[in-house]
């Protein structure tokens, strides 16, 4: 008797949401300039919703004309790909010749496919990779470069971890949950839970405000700030990078200058303030449960240009103390522990005792109430003005957990910091003092 075992094929994960191709825009930025350099950007006399509405969609329709959309539930096979040129993929696309083999199973035909297939094989390990090798070698010294290498490497060791995706998790009970729409309301439920949790504290004080004037955005302080943004980031809700506004340079500077002042006048923002939150696990501990993932909260960009601009102003107000290690420039969290292994080490070579105590700042980020936040800025002496453009950035925020099972439903974040905004340094620094 014959015995036939079917070995299971390992299911790669599958696209849930359209995203738009912002990677390719550096390859195509010359095609998207001039498709969306005709349309007018709207006229500052309209009101804040109408331009931010207006704009952006003309820069998401042209994004998806110019540089197309992701596949819905097309596999993510890891695979390396990113040196493949022109001649590769054309040699890839001959193997589709198997499919003619597949229907007719003539052998003229299977020997068609098999010389595709080698010459495909050729083609993914001879000159082409070679040369993309060696250009990767010689950016090694870049940002570019280095982020490259590091691509490789991570696809590579992907397809070799024993779990790397999935769908359920735990419920609270922890019963195992299946459903999309259970599996939504679990993380809404943790994330909700983690969020408005709020410890008991003292009164806080009133402090007298600093009625002070300040100058209006300039385009040379939007252009300053865009700057210091990162290229081929992840997107907020609304879709649009900051390399969008880069590529418009003074055009999209002087645009975003108005629309700033526009917000700070009308006392209201655009729909800035629903972050999208991406569980991602830690690498360890159960995988189906919810403590095992760490919350990676995705801002809007524009929203973040207006932060800088705003982190710019209070630097040059409140005075960060030499002890600040991160968030600041030339001094990083690698410098502490620089100090603290050289510590231990000359202690060991005098075989002397050392104490350490390490404090847990968890609820200095995600317990600190807004109120005791514009305490403190006042009591550094900032402008109410100031004081008054940061409230707009934390009035009523919002966030939906994406995940494998699709988008949630929002839920509400009134409580702490959010460590991405790049206006947080100064703020918790204002908060730690007190």
């Known amino acids: 008797m014959d015995l036939k075992i079917s070995r299971l094929r390992k299911r790669h994960p599958r696209t849930e949401t359209q995203r738009i191709k912002w990677w390719d825009l550096k390859d195509r930025k010359e095609i998207f300039f001039a498709s969306v350099a005709p349309f007018a950007l ?33 596999p993510k096979v890891q695979k390396a790909t990113w040196y493949w040129d022109e001649e590769v993929q ?14 007719t199973r003539q052998p003229d035909d ?18 082409a ?61 943790y994330y909700n839970h983690l969020c408005n949790e709020e410890f008991c504290h003292p009164p806080i004080p009133t402090v007298p405000s600093v009625e002070d004037p300040v100058l209006p955005i300039t385009a040379v302080e939007v252009s300053v700030a865009l700057v210091k943004m990162k290229s081929n980031k992840a997107t907020g809700r609304d879709d649009i990078p900051a390399d969008v506004w880069k590529l418009l340079r003074d055009r999209g500077s002087v645009w975003l200058a108005t629309l700033f002042n526009k917000i700070v006048a009308e006392g209201r923002t655009v729909v800035w303030q629903t972050s999208v939150t991406v569980p991602v696990w830690k690498g360890k501990g159960d995988i189906a449960d919810c403590t095992s993932y760490r919350p990676i909260r995705l801002l809007c960009h524009t929203m973040k240009v207006f ?3 705003l982190e710019a102003r209070l630097t040059k107000i409140v005075s960060v103390s030499l002890n600040q290690c991160g968030f600041v420039k030339d001094c990083s969290t690698i410098d502490a522990i620089h100090a603290v292994r050289i510590l231990l080490e000359k202690h060991r070579e005098k075989d002397r005792s050392v104490h350490l105590a390490f404090l847990d700042l968890e609820k200095a980020f ?59 340094p100064c703020c918790s620094y204002c908060a730690w003092t007190r």
């Open 42 to 74: 709207p006229h500052p006399t309209r009101s804040v919703e109408e331009m931010w509405s207006s704009t952006s969609s003309v820069i998401r329709l042209t994004a998806e004309n110019t540089l197309g959309k992701t596949t819905l539930g097309k």
């Open 366 to 424: 995600d317990r600190v109430p807004h109120e005791l936040l514009w305490m403190s800025m006042r009591s550094h002496r900032v402008p109410e003005e100031y004081v008054r453009w940061t409230k707009l950035l934390y009035a009523k925020p919002t966030s939906v957990v994406r995940c494998a099972a699709g988008t949630g439903r929002p839920f509400p974040v009134p409580e702490g910091f959010t460590t991405v905004h790049p206006s947080h």
């Open 129 to 189: 990779k070679s040369d993309r090798y060696k250009a990767v070698y010689d950016m090694l010294d870049t940002r570019e470069g280095d982020r490259a290498v590091h691509r490789l490497v991570r696809a590579r060791h992907r397809p070799t971890l024993d779990m790397e995706h999935t769908k359920i998790v735990k419920g609270a009970d922890g019963a195992v949950l299946r459903r999309p729409g259970q599996i939504l309301e679990r993380w809404r439920e």
């Open 90 to 103: 054309a040699a890839i696309r001959d193997k589709s010749k198997y499919k003619l083999w597949w229907r």
């Open 307 to 309: 932060e800088r601009v």
């Open 110 to 127: 299977r020997d068609v496919y098999l010389a595709a297939k080698r010459e495909a094989k050729k083609a993914r390990q001879g000159k």
